[in-house]
């Protein structure tokens, strides 16, 4: 059974859009494998403070995801 883990800076989507994360994963993997497995189909949203994730030698902060976000 699929265990799809999904990483994310703490702060950065509110529970309503990690909902949708997990229902939109869930239904991508439900069309690879089929119907029948969608009840045995996990997803986990693991959270990472802000700061302890970084880029290009750039620590993250949730402030800068949602700038990112804006363009």
Do not use: Y
């Not at 859009?17 to 869930?26: F, G, L, N």
């Not at 030698?57 to 800068?64: E, H, I, M, R």
């Amino acid at each position: 059974m699929p265990l799809i883990d999904v990483h994310v800076i703490k702060n950065v989507f509110n529970p309503e859009q990690k909902k949708e994360i997990i229902e939109k994963i869930t239904d991508t993997m439900v069309k690879i494998e089929g119907e029948a497995l969608r009840g045995v189909t996990w997803v986990r949203i693991k959270e990472t403070n802000e700061g302890d994730w970084a880029i290009g030698g750039q620590q993250l902060t949730a402030d800068a995801v949602h700038a990112m976000q804006k363009g």
